[in-house]
């Protein structure tokens, strides 16, 4: 997978909160393959109070894509680092999270019985549409 993501940040707390401890962003990177989607996601935002949702940069996301996958990292069989999500090998990150994102969201759509009857089939497609636009 050689795709180009566009980023969004879920601050569940409000736009711009941090962690108290460490003061890094107390936020969700959310990975988009179309910077049309990722505007959408964000232009969807309604105002409770607080906004939710923001464009991010790469270097918003990377580190917390990468503490998100933490407990993936690993080397496989060549000896190349990279992280096994599902089985799936990636040396990629952000190609690594998005994986792990479709997964999540098979999973909530699954338990709300979504139009995808298993978190397989979102899988499946997810990886035909990255394939497609490769």
């Not at 923001?54 to 996958?69: D, F, H, K, Q």
């Not at 990636?90 to 999540?104: C, H, I, N, V």
Request: a negative charge; hydrophobic letters at 40%.
């Amino acid at each position: 997978m050689a795709n180009r993501y566009w980023y969004g940040l879920h601050w569940p707390y409000g736009v711009g909160v941090r962690h108290a401890d460490d003061g890094s962003l107390f936020a969700s990177p959310v990975v988009f393959l179309s910077k049309r989607e990722r505007d959408a996601w964000v232009d969807a935002d309604r105002f409770d109070g607080n906004w939710h949702r923001s464009v991010a940069s790469r270097g918003e996301a990377l580190p917390l894509m990468a503490g998100a996958l933490r407990d993936l990292r690993s080397i496989d069989s060549r000896g190349v680092a990279g992280w096994n999500v599902c089985g799936r090998f990636f040396t990629r990150l952000s190609d690594a999270y998005a994986y792990f994102q479709a997964g999540e969201q098979a999973m909530l759509d699954a338990i709300e019985g979504a139009e995808h009857e298993t978190a397989r089939q979102i899988l499946d497609s997810f990886d035909a549409r990255c394939e497609g636009e490769g």
